[in-house]
Structures are given as C-alpha cells and as structure tokens.
C-alpha cells in the first residue's frame, strides 16, 4: 500500500510539474516543476530499492526526504526534504494513520522547514499551506472529527492557504526579490504543498481507506 502511495503521489507531481513550472515563471525563475518532478522520480527510485519487510511510513518519508534532499537544487528540493525526513522521525513501524498521528507529523515537518528556510506564516511559501493544514488538523482533534472529515477540511485550509498567497507579499525565496510585485500569484511551493496533500487525501478516497 504504501509503495503504491508513493507512485501515487510521484505521478501526480509528475503530471503538474507544467503547471508548477509556469507558476514559478511569473515570481521565481520557473523551475519548481522541474525541481519537484526530479526530486519525486529520484524519490520513486530510492522507494523502489527498499525491501518490502522495511518499508513503512516512517521509512518511506525518510528516504522520500533523502532523494529530495541530494537530488534536487533550488529552494524547495532541501526544504521538502528536510520536511520528509523529520516528519519520517515521529512515526515508525507501528504507526496508525490517524488525526493525531498526522497532525505530528505536519508539525514536525513544518519544524524543520523553519529550522532550515526561517520562513514565518505569510511570507508567502509553502508553509501558508503546510500551516493551515496543520492547525486544521489541531482544531480537529479537540473537535474530536473523525479521519475523513479531518482531512475534508485541512483540505479547504490548504486551498485558502494558497488562495491567500495570492494576496501577500514574498518575503522568503526567489519571489522576494521582487517584493510588491509578487502579489496577485500564487506561490508556487504552497501550489506543490497543496497538490501532494489533495493526492494524498485522493489516495485514501480511492483506496477505502477513508
Ligand atoms: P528556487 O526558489 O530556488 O528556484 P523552487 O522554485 O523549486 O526553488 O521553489 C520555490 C518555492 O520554495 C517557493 O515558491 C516557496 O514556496 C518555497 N520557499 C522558498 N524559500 C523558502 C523558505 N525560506 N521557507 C519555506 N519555503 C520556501
Ligand atoms: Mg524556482
């Protein structure tokens, strides 16, 4: 299953990576598509290698993370990566998929983009998608929702959180450099934050996992 997760999601960047590409060519230097396309075959590849009786979340974010991180240049490659791999750090074999489990994950994940990248919420970067979702998943909890509706609406917090990208000033990434300007666009790494969370909610939909 999570072998098949992977492809999912590899093929999905995959198929966006014109739609990111062009996203970055009006605020960046129009390789996010190329970037995140590379780091995903890199990362199928690396999936491919790990025996069946290793591979669990855990496993499979850390060596996503790993291809990321030495495959891919530019901003987001590391950053995505470092995500992946202290994501991998709060799961392991036993780990059930639940709210609770996937709201430590995006907190960790979130932790280490900051730690590497010192970008806040609303500057305009992947993190104004990753953060929403995080803190939907947090209200979800004390709502005590159930995986399904969790995830219905972390999905709308990411949406609006790349809606709001549209709004604001870069102030992290190549889009800073162009300050005022980069208002009225979204930002290409929340896009890709967006895309791979939607595939994933697609997955557990199309599997009966949810
Ligand atoms: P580069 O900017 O080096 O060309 P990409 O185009 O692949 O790399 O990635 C750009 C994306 O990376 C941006 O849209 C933004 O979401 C994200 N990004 C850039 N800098 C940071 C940062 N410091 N923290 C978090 N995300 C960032
Ligand atoms: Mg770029």
């Given at each position: 299953m999570i072998r098949s997760a992977v492809k999912f999601l590899v093929d999905t960047i995959i198929?966006?990576?014109?739609?990111?590409?062009?996203?970055?060519?009006?605020?960046?230097?129009?390789?996010?598509?190329?970037?995140?396309?590379?780091g995903a075959t890199a990362a199928l590849e690396a999936i491919d290698e790990v025996d069946e009786e290793n591979l669990n979340a855990s496993t499979a974010l850390e060596t996503v993370g790993q291809?990321?991180?030495?495959?891919?240049?530019?901003?987001?490659?590391?950053?995505?990566?470092?995500?992946?791999?202290?994501?991998?750090?709060?799961l392991n074999k036993n780990s059930k998929l639940d709210v609770d489990t996937l709201e430590k994950?995006?907190?960790a994940a979130i932790v280490g983009?900051?730690?590497r990248g010192h970008a806040k919420k609303s500057d305009k970067t992947m993190l104004d998608t990753l953060i929403p979702i995080q803190e939907s998943l947090k209200q979800s909890i004390e709502d005590k929702k159930n995986l399904a509706e969790a995830l219905?609406?972390?999905?709308?917090?990411?949406?609006?959180?790349?809606?709001?990208?549209?709004?604001?000033?870069?102030?992290?990434?190549?889009?800073?450099?162009?300050?005022e300007r980069s208002i009225g666009f979204e930002d290409p790494g929340a896009v890709s934050s967006m895309?791979?969370?939607?595939?994933?909610?697609?997955?557990?939909?199309d599997n009966e996992i949810i």
């Open positions: 198929s966006e990576k014109n739609h990111l590409t062009a996203l970055d060519t009006k605020i960046g230097d129009g390789d996010h598509g190329l970037n995140m396309a590379r291809a990321f991180i030495m495959n891919v240049g530019g901003a987001a490659g590391p950053l995505y990566g470092t995500g992946f791999v202290d994501a991998s750090k709060v994950v995006f907190s983009i900051q730690r219905d609406e972390a999905m709308t917090a990411a949406r609006e959180g790349v809606e709001y990208t549209k709004t604001i000033v870069a102030k992290r990434g190549r889009a800073a450099y162009i300050g895309i791979i969370f939607r595939a994933f909610c697609q997955f557990l939909k």
